[in-house]
């Protein structure tokens, strides 16, 4: 069965760079996650958005910014990078704002390192 | 402030027998629980839900427990393979959160053989 795609695996930048990451739900998911997971850390809500708009905001810094596409993929684009952001960024889809009519799936994730 | 806590960082189990992953959260709006599998570079991966209107979940061999006085629940592996072996997360979101979860911070199990 075809899963959240999630581009690209990994990633390097400097500080202050830009980096945008892209993600491609499974087919028919309207909502789309975005988590970040710092190093030995949980993974942390940052966005997500259900049908095109956003739907509800977690711990994204000012510098991030998101949107969800009319095909449904969705971007991350992160500016002015910083050290602190080098992380794992997970994105997640589901059908009607899950989990409980259903649960979120996950990619395999974007490393970012800043250096 | 840590809402969902997986106070054992690690777990060790012999084959065959049963693993107990145990998550305490301390939201009371909390309504819906999950528990995710982590393999090293990939992400999580859906195993197990619950509902706070029910008490146990089963799935093969995978059954969750939920004790809403408490605030606890608790994933039962029974029996436990090698390829459990993976980061467990905990995750549990409210019905106003529109989705998003609340995870843990994980427990890493070992099953030997």
């Known amino acids: 069965a075809a899963g959240v795609i999630q581009s690209p695996r990994h990633l390097i930048k400097e500080k202050r760079e830009t980096a945008t990451l892209k993600c491609y739900p499974i087919?028919?998911?309207?909502?789309v996650y975005w988590y970040q997971q710092g190093p030995g850390q949980d993974p942390q809500f940052l966005i997500s958005?259900?049908?095109?708009?956003?739907?509800d905001k977690g711990s994204i810094p000012d510098r991030f910014s998101a949107q969800q596409f009319s095909d449904y993929h969705s971007e991350l684009n992160m500016s002015s990078l910083e050290l602190g952001d080098s992380a794992l960024y997970f994105c997640?889809?589901?059908?009607?704002?899950?989990?409980?009519?259903?649960?979120?799936?996950f990619g395999n994730g974007t490393r970012l390192t800043v250096t | 402030d840590q809402q969902v806590k997986q106070n054992s960082p690690s777990l060790s189990v012999q084959e065959g027998r049963i693993s107990i992953l145990n998550c305490d959260y301390t939201?009371?709006?909390?309504?819906?629980f999950l528990w995710y599998k982590k393999y090293p570079a990939e992400g999580p991966t859906f195993l197990i839900s619950i509902s706070s209107i029910k008490d146990k979940n089963e799935d093969g061999r995978f059954t969750v427990f939920l004790n809403k006085s408490a605030k606890h629940l608790s994933l039962h592996i029974v029996p436990s393979q090698p390829g459990d072996s993976a980061v467990y997360f905990c995750?549990?979101?409210?019905?106003?959160?529109?989705?998003?979860?609340?995870f843990g911070k994980g427990t890493k199990l070992s099953v030997k053989p």
């Open positions: 939201n009371s709006m909390f309504d819906y």
């Open positions: 997640a889809s589901s059908f009607l704002q899950g989990p409980s009519s259903s649960p979120l799936h």
């Open positions: 958005f259900y049908e095109k708009m956003q739907s």
């Open positions: 995750a549990a979101s409210d019905g106003g959160s529109q989705g998003n979860l609340i």
């Open positions: 087919p028919r998911h309207d909502t």
